[in-house]
């Protein structure tokens, strides 16, 4: 693969319209000393790649740029690893096509 | 905060929560639909086939002003390797007709329209508003909801649930599960513009005319899932989807899955030069008819994606949401009409219609595909579509070996890669589900 796909997500979130709930994230990693193998998956499953590693080796979340597609619920909510709502009425995402 | 008190609330304004929302205001209900987007439709994903049917039952008179893209004529069905095709055209001039059988849309503009309608017939729809949970009375009846609109409840004799295949409310108030890894699919999705001669020349189509392309593969390499690529008047609709417990234990991303797809060869060059305006990404229930919860209660009413309602070998969704949600609305409507409580005795009803119907039909018929294709992924992903890839290549590649020698040679790829007892059991195991 000649391009880091990795590389590219922010590119892609820019073409999305957002309305951020500013100091309100409507997804939130548990505290946690070492990363479950749910939270890893995060990193590559999350479409939209608000999951990151920090520099302690713990797992971030930025969502920010979230696309609200569940699937890191999916993943991560059933052991406890997140805590999972949908953002206030009118913020988050907007789509114009969809 | 709206103070009164509703005959019904519709969570959520997608097609299963329009189509309910829309019935039970003609049947003069008095309806709150309640949405978390800017609009409705602002939330909503999805590919985007329109099946015109379903609508017409709703809106008679749809094409009249509905915004729709192009009406389908062709479905193409393509079956990838790396670097190849093999591709099933069906191009139908009988899809030219009075009245198309299917189209492409645009959901969120879509989506706004059919808003307009379940509004002009008479139902209040208050958006910007998350409902955050279910109002219960002392014996656990749902009797209304709490709202991110202030303090409050909103009282209504029936709650429709039509949040949507990751619908929180539900699963929180433990009326049906939180969808399983291996039972939905993320799919992510790009909206490419370019001219609309230049789709137009690039598909072979002539005025609104449409073309769909369904892509299964190596381009998910090796994971229980498919490619689209569906043409609108302006823009092309492409995306790509897998189970997420796939993606959970490949480590493979869904962007890096999309990127590939866009730079195979075949894919390339229908998209080469145009401009990239969305990317999203969505849930698909895939489970089918086994994944199907409990579909009422007291109280409430379960439809659309949220209660699983997908047919996933088909491609079929939003048809099954909008039918779900009028044959909801429509029963309700029965039980009120003779005067009797939205109780789940009474609503039994609903799920009684639904089974008479195409939708739990369809489902059933397909009730053993989700569990063979996502057991035998690499199968049907990998090893059958380079199988038929190389077979194909060698039918029509003339390089001076006699054919008989090609045809062994094709022969002898399929026996090794998964032995005489190996075809027959795919077979068999394939044409049982279908069945």
């Not at chain 2, 208050?126 to 409902?131: A, Y």
């Not at chain 2, 996933?312 to 909008?322: D, F, P, Q, T, Y």
């Not at chain 2, 009474?346 to 053993?368: E, G, P, R, T």
Request: proline fraction near 4%; aromatic fraction near 8%.
């Amino acid at each position: 693969m000649s391009v880091d796909p990795s590389m590219r997500i922010e590119d892609k979130l820019y073409y999305n319209r957002y309305l951020v709930d500013v100091g309100r994230p409507h997804i939130k990693v548990r505290a946690h000393t070492e990363p479950s193998p749910q939270l890893l998956a995060l990193l590559k499953a999350c479409p939209a790649r608000c999951y990151e590693l920090n520099d302690k080796g713990k797992v971030e979340i930025t969502v920010d740029g979230c696309i609200e597609c569940g699937t890191c619920r999916v993943i991560g909510e059933p052991t406890g690893d997140i805590e999972w709502s949908y953002p206030r009425g009118g913020y988050g995402v907007l789509f114009k096509f969809g | 905060m709206i103070e009164d008190r509703f005959d019904a609330i519709v969570v959520g304004a997608g097609m299963a929560g329009n189509a309910a929302a829309l019935t039970m205001a003609k049947r003069g209900m008095k309806v709150l639909q309640l949405e978390r987007g800017e609009y409705s439709g602002s939330k909503n994903v999805q590919g985007a086939i329109l099946y015109a049917d379903m609508l017409e039952k709703l809106i008679p008179d749809f094409r009249e002003d509905a915004p729709l893209e192009r009406h389908l004529v062709e479905q193409r069905f393509w079956m990838m390797d790396d670097r190849s095709h093999v591709g099933l055209h069906y191009c139908s001039d009988e899809f030219n007709e009075q009245r198309p059988n299917r189209y492409t849309i645009i959901r969120a503009q879509f989506d706004r329209w059919f808003s307009s309608k379940v509004r002009e017939a008479g139902a209040t729809v208050l958006c910007e508003t998350t409902v955050t949970g279910l109002a219960r009375d002392a014996n656990g009846k749902v009797v209304g909801v709490h709202t991110d609109r202030g303090d409050g409840e909103v009282h209504a004799d029936i709650v429709v649930l039509a949040e949507g295949v990751n619908g929180l409310l539900g699963t929180r108030a433990g009326l049906r599960e939180r969808p399983k890894p291996d039972k939905v699919a993320l799919a992510v999705k790009e909206m490419h513009f370019l001219p609309r001669e230049t789709i137009e020349a690039r598909f072979n189509l002539e005025g609104d005319e449409g073309v769909v392309i369904e892509a299964a593969g190596t381009i998910s390499r090796g994971m229980t899932g498919m490619g689209f690529i569906y043409a609108n008047k302006e823009c092309i609709s492409l995306g790509i989807g897998c189970l997420v417990a796939d993606f959970q234990r490949t480590g493979e991303t869904p962007y890096g899955l999309l990127d590939g797809f866009k730079r195979h060869p075949s894919v390339a060059r229908l998209i080469k030069g145009s401009e990239v305006k969305e990317y999203s990404a969505h849930l698909i229930p895939e489970g089918g008819y086994k994944a199907i919860p409990q579909l009422y209660g007291e109280g409430w009413i379960v439809v659309g994606d949220a209660a699983q309602l997908n047919n996933a070998i088909h491609r079929e969704g939003s048809n099954l949401a909008m039918t779900s949600g009028r044959i909801a609305a429509e029963a309700i409507a029965q039980v009120r009409s003779r005067r009797a409580p939205m109780s789940a005795e009474n609503l039994a009803l609903y799920k009684k219609m639904l089974d008479d119907s195409f939708v739990i039909k369809d489902l059933k018929k397909y009730k053993d595909m989700p569990r063979l294709m996502h057991t035998n992924s690499q199968n049907f992903f990998v090893t059958y579509p380079q199988l038929v890839s190389r077979a194909m290549q060698n039918f029509v590649r003339v390089d001076g070996t006699p054919r008989t020698e090609k045809e062994k040679v094709t022969l002898k790829s399929f026996v090794n890669a998964r032995s005489w007892i190996g075809l027959f059991g795919d077979a068999v195991r394939f044409a049982r589900a279908w069945r």
